[in-house]
């Protein structure tokens, strides 16, 4: 069975038109898929590195400037 996924809820398109899974979907989930989603609340732990330590040190930059 397929879930049916709620835009502004699951997903939400950005302005190149892309769809962009949001941290609820990926936690309700359960997993990393390895894809380096931008919202993946699992700190990217599927992503093989060095893409996984450069993913981790944008999220940690573009939180320090809010």
Not at 35 to 40: D, M, V
Not at 45 to 66: D, F, M, Q, T
Request: glycine share 8%; proline share 3%.
């Amino acid at each position: 069975m397929s879930k049916h996924l709620l835009e502004h809820v699951d997903f939400y398109f950005n302005e190149q038109g892309l769809m962009v899974l949001t941290e609820k979907y990926h936690r309700d989930r359960g997993y990393c898929c390895g894809n380096g989603c931008l919202h993946c609340p699992f700190d990217y732990i599927n992503v093989k590195e060095p893409k996984r330590s450069h993913l981790l040190a944008l999220r940690s930059k573009k939180e320090s400037n809010g």
